[in-house]
């Protein structure tokens, strides 16, 4: 494990591969950590490529350097973290991978910093959050797996965050992979990760702000309002489905094909769930190395 300052974060990372390979910035999701790469970053390691894998804000050992930084969890934020940590390990350009969060974050360093993304592997296609039209209700199975959002937006859910971290965890490891037979080792593993001091209110935040139910930092104001726009994402990209996915149902990816301007190719991966990387490291490490061959 390393650290280094990077912008308002103390970021805990792994690294693998040569100094001098190709980059791949490979980020987690909720509620999950590095390990979701444990298979992937060898994989990418042995084909000579420098991995960089991240703690997000709010997990593991990535503080913040700032008692006084707000603990936002907004999409921006998360963007603007991985930018940072770029920018740290002076790493001009990169792959950027990642589902869930991660996948969010690479989304919008793809879409907001195209000049430093060589291409973009994405789980669950175009992630970038419409706040505006947050509210819009869905049908009534896609709004019953998102019980874990609407209970974090009122003040039992935050108190249940903090007691029952490992619990809401498994249950929703259980719920959205449903065909991943992990053990106990392999959830205590990731688990002590959410024993960070940030990570309740950096999770809440992040679920209450994507309903527009939270303020920003103003920091990240000026990026906030360009992602509100949806901008396009016009680096190569390769955008990934897992057919047993309990929380994002798996697509033809048609509905988003419009958000992706520069070359998209689309793929449902079987059995695979929400965790895909950790679930079918193959597929996802292939991903990353078609668009690093170019």
Known sequence: MRHVDAGVLNIGYYEAGPADGPAAMLMHGFPYDIHSYVDVAPMLAAQGCRVIVPYL???????????ATPRSGEQAAVGADMMALMDALHIKRAVFAGYDWGG????????????????????NSYLIQDIANAMLPMRAEREAAYWYQYYFQIERGRAGLAANRRSIAKLLWSQWSPNWAF?????????????????????????????????????????????????AITVPTVTLDGAGDGVAPVTDGSASAAKFTGGREHRVIPRAGHNLPQEEPEAFAAAVMELIKG
Do not use: I
């Not at 804000?57 to 008692?67: I, K, L």
């Not at 969010?104 to 789980?123: D, K, M, N, T, Y």
């Not at 990731?190 to 209450?208: G, I, K, L, M, Q």
């Open 57 to 67: 804000r709010g997990y593991g050992p990535t503080v913040f350097r700032d008692a």
């Open 183 to 231: 053990d106990e080792a392999c959830f205590e593993r990731t688990a002590v990760a959410f024993d960070n001091p940030d990570y309740v209110d950096v999770v809440v935040h992040s679920y209450r702000h994507r309903y527009g139910l939270a303020e920003g930092d103003p920091r990240y104001a000026d990026l906030q309002q360009r992602l509100a726009a949806l901008p």
């Open 104 to 123: 969010r974050a690479a989304c919008v360093g793809a879409a907001l910093w195209p000049e430093r993304c060589v291409g973009l592997v994405s789980v």
